[in-house]
């Protein structure tokens, strides 16, 4: 998996390539949590996403659950077929913005 961090003012954009399993899951995880109390939104682009697992699925629940008190909005983007199938499945699809 591979992470592109890219800023928009105040608006961060990562770029996740790969797959998110429970190895990989981690390091989101940390991408994200480093960047807290520097961004005013959250975009993840999956359009180079290629798999989640329940422990990325996880991580996605977890970023929901800190930004959402905040009023930071968060938002995944390009995610194919596949994931949102995941999503759909899981139920992600009803609790996260999903563009």
Avoid: C, W
């Amino acid at each position: 998996m591979n992470i592109l961090k890219s800023y928009n003012e105040k608006e961060l954009t990562l770029s996740v390539e790969g797959r998110i399993n429970s190895v990989t899951s981690k390091e989101l995880d940390k991408g994200i949590n480093d960047e807290l109390g520097n961004f005013d939104s959250l975009i993840l682009d999956f359009a180079n996403l290629d798999y989640i697992s329940s422990a990325g699925l996880k991580v996605l629940i977890a970023t929901h659950r800190k930004l959402n008190p905040e009023n930071i909005p968060f938002i995944i983007k390009n995610a194919n077929d596949v994931i949102m199938e995941v999503f759909r499945l899981s139920g992600v699809d009803r609790i996260l913005e999903i563009q």
